[in-house]
C-alpha cells in the first residue's frame, strides 16, 4: 500500500522559476511532514518540515504548505538555481516518529 | 554535520550466500533504522532498533534478516541466505531521539544479488 503519494517524478524548470512538489497521504495518524532532498552519489538530508498545527512552513527559499482536511502537502522552491538541481522526498511519519513513510521522488532539475 | 557511514558502498553477492551490511551511525545517537530502496520505487521503513532491541520491523523484514550492534559497533543488516528480490540498495541511519528528531541516513549500500 503506498502511503504516500508524490508527484510529478520529475520536474524541469528554469533558473530564478518556483518548483512545486506535491505529495498526499492516507493515514491520518500522520503528524510529521519532512521533506528530504538527495544530491547524486550523497544521502537523502533534511531539508525542511512541518507539523499539522501549522499549515505554512518557510525556511529561506523553501516552503511547505499544508493542508489537512485533504491530507495533501507540496513544496516550493522559489528562486530555483542549478545547485537545487536534486531529488526531493517527502515522507511521513505519526507522532511516535519511529518510522518515516516516503514518497517515490521527484527528480528535480533546473536549468541556468 | 553529522555523517552515517555506510561500508561497503557496493556488494555483489551470490544468490543463498550470506550478507552483511555495516553502518556507523552518529556517535550520540540512540535510534537506528535500515530503509530498502529497489530501484525506481520508494524508500521504504524495514526495522528500527533501540537499546539493543528490534522495535518494529514491516513487512520486508522477512525472516532471513536480522538485525544488531554487539557493543556500540557498527550497526549491521545480515539477510541469510540472500534472494534475487534482496537486491536493492539500503539506507542505514540513525536520529538521537522518534518523535519528529531530525533522522541522518548514510550513502546506501548497493545489494545485487545475481
Known amino acids: 500500500q503506498q502511503q504516500v503519494r508524490q508527484s510529478p517524478q520529475s520536474l524541469t524548470v528554469w533558473e530564478g522559476e518556483t518548483a512545486i512538489l506535491n505529495c498526499s497521504y492516507e493515514d491520518s495518524t500522520f503528524d510529521y511532514f519532512p521533506w528530504y532532498h538527495q544530491f547524486p552519489g550523497e544521502s537523502p538530508a533534511l531539508l525542511i518540515a512541518?507539523?499539522?498545527?501549522?499549515n505554512k512552513k518557510e525556511d529561506g527559499r523553501f516552503t511547505i504548505f499544508f493542508n489537512k482536511r485533504e491530507k495533501k502537502f507540496s513544496l516550493h522552491i522559489a528562486d530555483s538555481q542549478p545547485g537545487d538541481s536534486a531529488t526531493y522526498f517527502c515522507?511521513?511519519?505519526?507522532?511516535?516518529?519511529?518510522?518515516?513513510?516516503f514518497g517515490i521522488g521527484t527528480r528535480v532539475l533546473v536549468r541556468p | 554535520g553529522p555523517k552515517v557511514l555506510q561500508i561497503p558502498s557496493h556488494q555483489i553477492i551470490d544468490m543463498g550466500q550470506m550478507v552483511t551490511l555495516n553502518c556507523d551511525p552518529v556517535?550520540?545517537?540512540?535510534?537506528f533504522y535500515w530503509y530498502k530502496q529497489i530501484l525506481g520505487q520508494q524508500m521504504e521503513f524495514l526495522v528500527n532498533f533501540y537499546n539493543g532491541k528490534v522495535m518494529e520491523k514491516s513487512k520486508l523484514f522477512k525472516d532471513q534478516f536480522s538485525v544488531e550492534r554487539p557493543d556500540g559497533s557498527y550497526f549491521t543488516l545480515k539477510i541469510q541466505p540472500t534472494a534475487l528480490e534482496d537486491s536493492a540498495v539500503y539506507f542505514c541511519?540513525?536520529?538521537?531521539?522518534?518523535?519528529?528528531?531530525?533522522?541522518?541516513f548514510g550513502k546506501g549500500t548497493r545489494l545485487t544479488v545475481v
Open positions: 512541518i507539523r499539522p498545527v501549522s
Open positions: 515522507a511521513a511519519s505519526d507522532s511516535a516518529g519511529n518510522k518515516l513513510t
Open positions: 556517535s550520540n545517537h540512540l535510534y
Open positions: 541511519a540513525s536520529s538521537p531521539r522518534t518523535g519528529g528528531a531530525e533522522v541522518f
